[in-house]
């Protein structure tokens, strides 16, 4: 267990059809560590972001998953004085692309016509490394959690991602010190995007994880934990050496 004697409070929040399990080996590993137990039927990224405002610490050392980047970002443009640090993982800046809305609702239409566990087991499979897929110790605890999440919780999320602000422009505001960290086989948000969110954030660390696709906190938790750790013990406040790529 690592405990950081200079960061805020570590709070961790999980991305669509995620909740607090996608993080046990984070919140195993870091000591007070709490995560936002998946935002439920919430359907749109400020109530999420007015969400964690509402129940999380006074000053907070803020990591986001997937979504819960996105929410992540919401909260620094809400209450930068609150996120001591940030931290972006797995996630995207952009605005809606042509065939988002179509792929996203295809999918819910899926889950409504044949329920839930035809739903993730559409959606999953792309979220992690191709060499994973049929890793059934990484998988089947994954595939349970979204399952349960359920779809309603689904389409609740995806209207919140179809209606997300815009942020890009906030990405040069940020001051805090702040990890942008990726798998280096994510299909779904891959690391192009997270060298151009690093480029746009004053003295952003990158870290590009060998070996994990999009579901980084739970395909590569020692990897992923070591970048927290060292981004913890960065002095708030200061410049950051930008490290870079790290492959």
């Not at 909260?75 to 792929?103: C, D, F, N, Q, Y």
């Not at 948000?189 to 690093?198: G, L, N, T, V, W």
Request: with cysteine.
């Amino acid at each position: 267990v690592i405990v950081s004697s200079r960061a805020a409070p570590l709070l961790l929040l999980p991305g669509l059809l995620c909740d607090s399990r996608v993080f046990a080996e984070q919140l195993r590993h870091f000591a007070g560590a709490t995560a936002v137990d998946g935002f439920g039927a919430c359907d749109s990224i400020p109530a999420m972001a007015r969400h964690v405002l509402e129940t999380g610490p006074a000053k907070m050392s803020l990591l986001g998953h997937s979504m819960g980047a996105r929410v992540a970002l919401e909260v620094v443009r809400m209450a930068p004085e609150r996120v001591e640090r940030l931290a972006l993982v797995s996630t995207g800046t952009h605005t809606i692309r042509p065939g988002e809305a179509e792929k996203r609702h295809a999918l819910l239409a899926l889950g409504r016509e044949q329920g839930a566990d035809a739903l993730v087991s559409r959606w999953l499979p792309p979220m992690v490394a191709p060499a994973r897929r049929s890793d059934q110790a990484l998988i089947a605890p994954l595939h349970l959690m979204s399952v349960q999440a359920g779809v309603d919780t689904y389409a609740a999320q995806i209207a919140a991602l179809l209606k997300r602000p815009e942020v890009e422009s906030l990405l040069p505001q940020i001051r805090c010190p702040t990890l942008v960290a990726v798998g280096a086989d994510d299909e779904w948000s891959p690391p192009e995007q997270h060298r151009f969110i690093a480029s746009r954030i004053p003295d952003a660390r990158l870290q590009i994880i060998a070996g994990s696709g999009h579901m980084l906190p739970a395909e590569a938790p020692d990897a992923l934990n070591q970048a927290i750790a060292g981004w913890l013990e960065m002095p708030a406040g200061s410049t950051i050496t930008t490290m870079g790529d790290d492959e």
